[in-house]
Every structure is written in C-alpha cells, then in structure tokens.
C-alpha cells in the first residue's frame, strides 16, 4: 500500500491506528527486566499509544504511516530476535 492509498481510506486508518495504538498497551505490560534486556524506545511506543487512542479524532497519519513503515520493522525485528530459541 502507498502513503497516498492509506491518506484515502479511512478503514485501513482505523485499523492501523487500533493495532499502533494495541502495541502500545502491550508495551505498557513489559517487565522492566525486558525493558532493559531489549534496546527499544519503550517510552515512545508507549507514547504512541497515548496518543492515538487519546488523541480525539486529530491522529497525525502522516507521523502514523511513518511510525509503521519506517519504526514498527525494527521494532519487530528486536521483538522476533529476543523470542528466538
């Protein structure tokens, strides 16, 4: 998908911004010995979370589209790295 077909619907948006915003609150749940075993901007993926599920309908999609594009493979990449037998 590109940024312009994600800027065009709004149900794709919806669902992009629950699932953010779903990261965020797992995040919230990690034990601080994982917290310190995994080098990732915790505070900002919570962050992320506040803001999208607290924003009131003013979510910037553009920092949205750039958080899942550019943020969220890394992100995913330590997670799937740390979980690895």
């Given at each position: 998908?590109?940024?312009?077909?994600?800027?065009?619907?709004?149900?794709?948006?919806?669902?992009?911004?629950?699932?953010?915003?779903?990261?965020?609150?797992?995040?919230?749940?990690v034990t601080a010995a994982t917290v310190a075993e995994?080098?990732?901007?915790?505070?900002?993926?919570?962050?992320?979370?506040?803001?999208?599920?607290?924003?009131?309908?003013?979510?910037?999609?553009?920092?949205?589209?750039?958080?899942?594009?550019?943020?969220?493979?890394?992100?995913?990449?330590?997670?799937?790295?740390?979980?690895?037998?």
């Open positions: 998908m590109t940024s312009e077909q994600f800027d065009d619907n709004q149900m794709v948006q919806d669902a992009v911004t629950y699932r953010v915003g779903l990261i965020g609150e797992a995040a919230r749940n995994i080098n990732l901007d915790w505070r900002g993926i919570r962050g992320m979370r506040n803001r999208v599920f607290h924003d009131y309908g003013e979510t910037d999609f553009e920092i949205l589209w750039t958080t899942v594009t550019i943020h969220l493979p890394p992100l995913i990449e330590a997670i799937e790295s740390y979980l690895a037998p």
